[in-house]
């Protein structure tokens, strides 16, 4: 079976953001989070749920940051509010919830580059060979 997008949200200069319908346990939810100058240290939920810090990367010379967080939904519901710990300025999130054959292990491979100043940028090479992934 492959994922299935259920439900998004956008949150802009804020720490939080609330999805529009109740999220399902067994689901997969992934945050986007971009913020200047900072750095989100972790995820929290009003449910108890766990996140995982997938991937962060940093433009050394600018100082935004951009960072993927993870996790499978033990306690599901309405009312489901995500807030970012010790954010930066001008942050927003990005909410996404996935159905679909989850299994135990969300992360399979992540591949990023810091900014380094070239115009042509290379996050070195990622395997897509797996149906019914998402690649972000």
């Given at each position: 079976?492959?994922f299935t997008l259920?439900?998004?949200?956008?949150?802009?200069?804020?720490?939080?953001?609330?999805?529009?319908?109740?999220?399902?346990?067994?689901?997969?939810?992934?945050?986007?989070?971009?913020?200047?100058?900072?750095?989100?240290?972790?995820?929290?939920?009003?449910?108890?749920?766990?996140?995982?810090?997938?991937?962060?990367?940093?433009?050394?010379?600018?100082?935004?940051?951009?960072s993927i967080f993870?996790?499978?939904?033990?306690?599901?519901?309405?009312?489901?509010?995500?807030?970012?710990?010790?954010?930066?300025?001008?942050?927003?999130?990005?909410?996404?919830?996935?159905?679909?054959?989850?299994?135990?292990s969300v992360l399979?491979?992540?591949?990023?580059?810091?900014?380094?100043?070239?115009?042509?940028?290379?996050?070195?090479?990622?395997?897509?060979?797996?149906?019914?992934?998402?690649?972000?």
């Open positions: 079976m492959a259920v439900q998004s949200k956008l949150a802009y200069n804020s720490a939080t953001a609330t999805f529009d319908n109740p999220v399902t346990p067994g689901n997969l939810v992934v945050v986007c989070v971009a913020e200047y100058a900072g750095h989100t240290t972790g995820l929290s939920d009003n449910k108890g749920n766990t996140y995982n810090e997938d991937i962060t990367r940093t433009n050394a010379i600018t100082l935004p940051t951009a993870s996790t499978i939904v033990g306690t599901g519901g309405s009312s489901f509010q995500i807030t970012a710990a010790s954010p930066g300025a001008y942050i927003g999130l990005v909410l996404a919830e996935y159905a679909g054959n989850i299994g135990s399979h491979d992540s591949q990023g580059a810091d900014f380094s100043g070239t115009t042509t940028p290379s996050v070195g090479p990622i395997d897509v060979r797996f149906v019914g992934h998402i690649y972000i």
